[in-house]
């Protein structure tokens, strides 16, 4: 099991920035992608960004506004936003995926993810 738990969300003025932070715990090893999801009223659940080994991927609506970033040593990863535009208004989600466990002296990976209970950023105009 893997517990997921954000935090950075608020309110603020377009234009403006806010760091989301999200901290992994349980009894892994490490995670293989973290990465932040949004979802608005009304809206399909969309991927923000992610952060996998070697290399991160982003939405074309948040490039060059949003950078993830990974602390694997505090299993934590975090999303700046700045020039925030009210279009980002929404629930951001954490999710792991690709969980990698010891255990009897054999690594494996299970690909189950895991989501966190999301922080509400909201930007007025």
């Known amino acids: 099991q893997v517990q997921l738990v954000e935090s950075g969300g608020g309110l603020v003025q377009a234009g403006g920035s806010l760091r989301l932070s999200c901290t992994a715990s349980g009894s892994f090893l490490s995670i293989d992608t973290m990465s932040w999801y949004r979802q608005a009223p009304g809206k399909q659940r969309e991927l923000v960004a992610a952060?996998?080994?070697?290399?991160?991927k982003y939405a074309d609506s948040v490039k060059g506004r949003f950078t993830i970033s990974r602390d694997n040593a505090k299993n934590t990863v975090y999303l700046q936003m700045d020039s925030l535009e009210p279009e980002d208004t929404a629930v951001y989600l954490c999710?792991?995926?690709?969980?990698?466990?010891?255990?009897?002296?054999?690594?494996?990976?299970?690909?189950?993810?895991?989501w966190g209970q999301g922080t509400q950023v909201t930007v007025s105009s």
């Open positions: 952060a996998v080994s070697g290399g991160t």
């Open positions: 999710n792991a995926a690709g969980i990698r466990y010891y255990r009897g002296g054999y690594y494996y990976t299970v690909p189950s993810d895991y």
